[in-house]
């Protein structure tokens, strides 16, 4: 098929293919370059410098952290803005020389909750050396597994949120595992707590009933965790604190134009292992945020704020996502779909049940969820409205359980029997108004590779022509709102690197979906963002190597050496719009 410069999509760039190797591949006339790695110093403290294998907590509290997730970017000026970057979870296998999982010192444990959280750091674009990051710039920050932050919400002070060392239950240290995030119309940004799970031990333990209950159905270990941090802080140890998990699973807040903000915790929008959020202004000037469940059979949710936008004022807009209505969504075999209120006190969600007020609906959301019928996914990754047509579109990234003995079989939205390759929804809101109660639904993509793959679905585009895709994760728009993916498990689906994908969403190539680029092996390509003039896209390769060892890594990535995760930055030659 001929690339003509006047295609309705503008893309028309030379798809790359899968690919194994140890490089990130890009088409002909574009580069990609390195713009920051874990350990990267932002502050102009003496000793910040980076040294594998010889690194303290203090240091990496200075440092860029670790596994790069979600990419965002604030325009602050001309050539100058903030990239916001999560550090989802750690590999200590890939960081620590000698790293002994039976035995983890608390040296090491420490120095991993330094390399979680979040950093913002200010960019700045030179003419002809492209995209640098800003040695102790003043908006530089690291949030990280310590970092105090305030509940809010119908959780905040609840019962099942006091600990022994915050015994008010208003004030969390730290965010762990934040996987994507979304910035506001108001600037801020909403970064999510995903698999938190993995960082508490001793359920088993627990007294209460009703709390082993919801730690279950949340998937908090019975006994040690993995990580073992429970060994060298009590706070991990359900059995001595069976409600410090209750304060993570949250959306967290904070405004990245002050570095000395105070983050906090949303409850009101409710508490699963969130993926990531993609906020929008409703007609009525309420704030709507759309979020997913990144679990096999649970949810994709939208709150919607009480409270209304103001443009005129940017800190009155802080307080929209304290209250507000909770919903999640029924997907039905018409191609309609109805949004779920959430609210104590309605229908099934009674004391009896457990959910004697909101703050119950908030901690346990997915229980609530459970009572009222949403549509079990497979798997609910990134959740974006796209601005070209206000469509919202969402990423189920796979489901190999979806219809295997003693799990739910397929319905209308989640098609495939052991869905490996994943699909994508669009929804049209009715009326084309965020918060109104219902929307219509159908697929873009159902995805895998067409020529091996039964079922694949490409929005009816002639499936020989376009470039195979599984298991997508993080999604973006390019300015004339084409779709951009971004993927987590080619290497278990194609035993190929994850890569970036571009597919149009309307017109002739509606569905056309090519690869832009190869990552490297292990590392997935977990999030992607466009600057504001779309020349420059940043791409984070998160634990590249991860499945290997020091001793025999699959990847040397980015240096040669040991791999970092690290965030790129890929521009065309010709300095012009990405993928045209
Ligand atoms: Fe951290 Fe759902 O990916
Ligand atoms: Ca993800
Ligand atoms: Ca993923
Ligand atoms: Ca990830």
Redesign the pocket.
Known sequence: RAQSAGSSSGLNFTPVKLDGSDRIIVPPGYKSEILIRWGDPLFLDPGTGFEFGKQTAAQQERQFGYNCDYLGFIPLAKDRALLIANHEYTNPELMFPGYDPENPTKEQVDYELAAHGVSVVHIERHPMRGWRYTLGAWHNRRITGTTPMRLTGPAAGHPWMRTSADPAGYTVLGTLNNCSAGITPWGTVLTCEENFNQYFANNDQVADAAKKAAHKRYGLPGGASERKWERFHKRFDLAQEPNEAFRFGWVVEFDPHDPGSLPRKHTALGRFKHEATSTVIARDGRAVVYMGD?ERFDYVYKFVSDGKYDPNDRQANFRLLESGTLYAAKFKDDGTGEWIPLIAGQGKLTAANGFANQGDVCIKTRLAADLVGATRMDRP?DIEVNPANGYIYAAM?NNSQRGTSGRPGTDAANPRAENRHGHIIEMMPAGGDHAAPTFQWRFLMLCGDPAKDKGTYFAGFDQSLVSPIS?P?NITFDRRGNLWIST??QPSTFKKNDGVFAVPVAGPERGYNRQFLSGVPGG?CASLVFSDNDDTLFVSIQHPGEGSTLENLTSNFPDGKEPRPTVIFVMKDDGGVIGS
């Open positions: 990144d990754e990234t298991s994760d987590d498990g997935e």
